[in-house]
């Protein structure tokens, strides 16, 4: 499995599981079973996606099931608006941990900036106190803009060690990843294929039919060859498979460039400056 380093020296695998919109029911479990049987390593869910539960039962299944320990799954989880303040994130991490039935993730991360800058800056001392207290191994932000980053970095005793933002070709967020890159934070991109929109794109099956892959393993091995931890998400075994495959081929710097070209600033989620949960 090909890995990502953060500047804490820890590592995440570079393509992983994403479970939005996916029930809190079996097929969230079963999802989660089939993606660790078939190579899989990392799991990212979400408090807000109501599905903790399922997804643990899915963790715990797997890792019975296929001779693997806990420390060889990358588990990573976020903190929603409602449960900010530094007073309110420790017990919020641990209903987390109580419904993914995990004793501690690999990666937490602040959902949101939100639009209370105080409140994100009192936010992130309280995920500072989880990673001093070695509840948690890593600690991490999501949706963040440069501007959310700027203030938040000149306030925070420690830098997360990543940014899981919005990315795909109609989104390349270049500013934001020169930043990322600058600051050695990585950068992960959440719904790479848009919900599947970014797949009819003419220019994306063009190159999909020259390197023979499909359209979706395009995107994922342009968000890798961009150096970025994606977590493309499937129910669908044997996409949960194809979206792991893409190890074994490369693009063409004339084929990257043609992918970023498709940028658009085309958002399929919230405005990060002015969203605040509702």
Request: proline letters at 3%; zero cysteines.
């Amino acid at each position: 499995m090909n890995e990502k380093s953060f500047y804490n020296g820890n590592r995440m695998p570079q393509v992983g599981l994403g479970v939005f919109r996916v029930e809190n029911d079996d097929s969230a479990k079963d999802a989660v079973k089939h993606a660790i049987k078939h190579g899989y390593r990392s799991i990212d869910t979400a408090m807000i996606y109501k599905n903790e539960e399922k997804v643990g039962e899915g963790i715990r299944e797997a890792l019975d099931e296929n001779g693997l320990k806990r420390e060889d799954l990358f588990i990573t989880s976020k903190l929603w608006l409602s449960d900010y303040g530094r007073d309110s994130v420790e017990k919020a991490y641990q209903a987390s941990l109580s419904r993914l039935g995990l004793d501690y993730l690999d990666l937490y991360l602040v959902h949101w900036p939100g639009t209370d800058e105080d409140l994100m800056i009192d936010t992130w001392k309280g995920m500072e106190d989880l990673y001093q207290d070695q509840k948690v191994k890593n600690i991490g932000v999501s949706n963040f803009n440069v501007e959310h980053l700027d203030r938040l970095l000149a306030n925070a005793r420690i830098k997360p060690v990543i940014n899981q933002v919005e990315f795909h070709p109609y989104l390349t967020q270049k500013a934001l990843h020169e930043y990322l890159d600058a600051q050695n934070i990585l950068m992960e991109s959440w719904s790479p294929l848009m919900n599947a929109q970014i797949l009819d794109d003419e220019t994306v099956k063009s190159v999909a039919d020259e390197v023979n892959r499909s359209a979706a393993q395009v995107i994922i091995r342009w968000n890798v060859q961009h150096g970025v931890v994606t977590i493309p998400k499937s129910i669908t075994p044997s996409r949960i498979e194809e979206n792991l495959n893409v190890f074994d081929f490369e693009l063409s710097q004339e084929q990257m460039d043609r992918l970023d070209a498709l940028n658009e600033n085309r958002r399929i989620g919230p405005d990060p400056l002015q969203f605040n949960g509702q």
